[in-house]
Structure formats: C-alpha cells, structure tokens
C-alpha cells in the first residue's frame, strides 16, 4: 500500500518542479541569462540616450522658437519708433527693445547648448546602435532557440498539474489541509529530507532544511510507518531519501 507520506514527497516534487517550469516559461534559461542581462542593459542605455536626444531637440526647437518671436516684436517696436511724437515713447520703445534683445540672446543661448546636446547624443547612439547590431542578433538566434524548447517545457507543465491533481485526489482531507498550510508558510518547500552524517559509531540524522538533529525514534517512525512528523525546529515534514525507506 502506497504511504501517505510517499505521496506527499512527490506532491512536493512536482509542485517545486512546477514552480520552477512557470518562473522558466516567464524568462530565460540560465545558458540565456548573461546574453539576456547583457542585451537589456544595452538597450536600455540606447533608449535613454534616444530620450536624452529628443528632449535636446524639444528644447532646442523651444528655444528657436522664443527668439523668432523675439525677431518679430522687435520688428514691430521698429514700425512704432516711426510713428512716435514724443521723446518719452521714444525712449519707452528703446528700452523694450533692449529687454528683448537680452531675451533673444539668452534664447540663442539656450539653443546653441540643446543643439550641442541633440548631436553628442546623436553620434554617441550611431556608436551605440553600430556595436549593438551584433549583440541584437546573436540575442534574437538564442530567443529563437528558446522559444522551440518552449511547447515540450508546456507539455511537462500540464502533465505536472495532472499528476498533483491525481497526488491531491489521494491524500486524506487532513493531511491536504496540513500540507497546504505548510506550504503556505514555507513558501512552497513544507518537506525536508533527512541529511545523513556517517559518524564513527552511528550515523547522526539532520533536517536537511535546519541542520536540527533528528532522533533515532523518529528516524524509525518514518521508516517503519511513514508517519508525519514535524522537524522539532522548523516545523517541516521529514521524510527520508529513497535509498533509506523501507
Ligand atoms: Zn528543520
């Protein structure tokens, strides 16, 4: 007869398994990791720059665009000049023009910099983009790849949720909720296998998860039993290695 405990060490199996498979599906494998930190750092450094580019250019246009609408009100302070009787207006004229000509300059200004900006920025992407080509391509090859492995990984995720549903369909009620309750606190690890340490006069037995000593009388209860017993300290369910059951 199959020991509930048994069940619940392949229920742990599989569903660690499982948690590993999604995480997988939802990145890349670890061969990939490298290529893959590498290629979004690079493209992230592209597209702050291209946002670095196109801000100098909103500034540089806004700049432009003050001092043509400077050129333009100092053209008409000029009309009125010809116009005026009086020397007070006269000298009114004369100083709003002035203001406006200290504007123009500081708008020129203003431009001359934004349009330093857009063209270092400008040359620095042209390098970046050039040296990026090949890092692009070598990433897409490798996606590519990844994504052929991708229907055999999905297949092995539905035969896993197929076989926890058949594990879970086994268990008795309580033990179900037990273990759901550990694996809820033990963010889905709720089983510790038994470490053996070969002494000079018996083997000493530890949780695996804690290292807290095990004692022979539970070491034979599981042997014997199957029996669920907590690991004294972190609360896991022990379980024996496969070679040891039995
Ligand atoms: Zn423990």
Redesign the pocket.
Known sequence: MERVLDTIVELQEASVELARSLALLDGVPDSMQELHDEYESKRSEIEELEQERQQAELERRAAETDSAAGKESIGHYQEQISRVTTQREYGALLSEIDTVRAQMREADERALLAMERQDQASALLGELRGAFESLDLQYQEALAAWDEQKPALRKRVEVLKGRIEVLRERLPAATLNLYGRLFERHGGSPL?VIRVIESARAPIRH?S????RIRPQVVLQIQTRGALVP?D????ILYLDAGETG
């Open positions: 510790a949780c998860f804690c290292n807290y690991c300290s972190c609360q896991r």
